[in-house]
């Protein structure tokens, strides 16, 4: 789950992290009252679950600027925010249609001497969360880890004692800071530590870090990325969730209890199990066809879940086929083959479908099917199955 870069901030400050006063607003009328608050300059930093909005272009407005924004002047602010609010931002995240700004950020601007990056992941190679950190922050932080790696400084963190202090103290050394900014930095970096291990995160980033012209260390952008998993355990991070910026099919299988993320293709995919499901989409792509989604049902769906989950698939102008993938285990065949007859009935699609079945009661399964009446086309096997959806599809 993403979340704002404000609610970011808010959750590092509490932490400890020192951070740029701000409002968040929701209309141009209201910026401008946030600038009469905070003084200028300002910065206006367009709210959207996006890389790369200060790079950003606003679709068909004609304006020069992105997503990010400094501003001087309280005339300047209205016009600057109402384009923000009535275009939409385009980055390299968003897709050609863009992103809805229906949140800006008024921020006091900063002053900026130095820019740096630290962040927070999971190393799956050592199975411990590390603190990386880089002394060449800012945008161009990917070309950096990309041309120069060896510039990525990294830190092992237990998630029994989180990060240690002489940990970020001496980290604050390599990355260059001195004097009263290493205490600066070694509270931001433990505030970054508290934040990504206490609320199960995936992914915290500061990029960047800034020091002003006074030695200040400040919290300028922030990123975080919550383990979906372990929202159970966090209600109040659950509730930070901006449903505007999530996909809406995406969002009616997650309250459906199934796995689905959309994808650009046009053969629909309904499949149980998640590496069975990734094989599919594979399979797929080898024989000529573009997936339009990933879609696990999981082990024990039920007739309801199958047929929410086909008027999901099929709610996608873009599908032209269906390819059924179902592999008997806890998942009887015969069970899912009575939900695909009843899904049928009541969604009664209009594309092309294409089952393939094996493993437990197979062959009650595919009897269910073939006395159906229905328009389905089965499959002996996985490579048949995908040859067929293809030709379908086209």
Not at 22 to 46: E, Q, R, T, Y
Request: net charge negative; hydrophobic share 45%; glycine share 10%.
């Amino acid at each position: 789950m993403k979340i704002h870069e404000f609610q970011a901030k808010e959750l590092l400050a509490a932490a400890g992290a020192s951070v740029p006063r701000g409002l968040v607003v929701s209309s141009a009328a209201d910026a401008l009252s946030a600038f009469d608050k905070l003084g200028g300059p300002v910065v206006l930093k367009a709210q959207v679950h996006a890389g790369g909005r200060g790079k950003g272009r606003f679709k068909d407005s004609g304006a020069d600027f992105g997503g990010v924004k400094f501003i001087k002047n309280r005339e300047d602010v209205g016009k600057v925010a109402d384009v923000m609010f009535k275009f939409p931002l385009v980055t390299k995240q968003t897709g050609a249609d863009g992103q809805k700004v229906s949140k800006i950020l008024v921020q006091e601007a900063a002053d900026i001497a130095r820019e740096i990056y630290i962040g927070m992941v999971l190393d799956r190679t050592i199975g411990m969360p590390i603190l990386m950190a880089c002394a060449e922050g800012g945008v161009e932080i990917e070309e950096v880890a990309a041309k120069t790696p060896e510039k990525i400084l990294k830190v092992p963190v237990s998630p029994e004692t989180g990060l240690l202090a002489f940990q970020a103290r001496r980290l604050a050394f390599e990355l260059g800071f001195t004097g009263e900014q290493v205490g600066q930095a070694e509270k931001i970096m433990m505030a970054l530590s508290k934040v990504f291990l206490e609320k199960d995160c995936s992914l915290a980033e500061i990029n960047p870090l800034v020091v002003s012209p006074k030695g200040e260390v400040i919290v300028l952008d922030a990123k975080i990325t919550f383990d979906d998993n372990a929202l159970f355990r966090h209600p109040d991070v659950e509730k930070l969730l901006d449903e505007s910026e999530e996909n809406p099919a995406e969002l009616r299988a997650a309250r459906a209890g199934l796995s689905f993320i959309s994808l650009n293709g046009n053969i629909g995919c309904l499949v149980n199990g998640a590496g069975l499901a990734m094989s599919t989409m594979d399979i797929i792509k080898y024989h000529g066809g573009e997936p339009a989604n990933f879609l696990d049902v999981g082990g024990g769906a039920n007739k309801d879940q199958v047929t929410e989950a086909l008027r999901i698939l099929l709610g996608d102008p873009n599908v032209k086929a269906v390819l059924i993938n179902i592999f008997g285990g806890i998942m009887k065949c015969d069970t899912i083959a009575n939900a695909v007859v009843a899904a049928f009935k009541e969604v009664q699609p209009k594309v092309p479908f294409v089952v393939r079945l094996e493993g437990t009661n197979v062959g009650e399964g595919r009897r269910i099917l073939q006395e159906s009446g229905l328009n389905l086309a089965t499959a002996t096997d996985l490579t048949d199955a995908a040859k067929k959806v293809v030709a379908a599809a086209k």
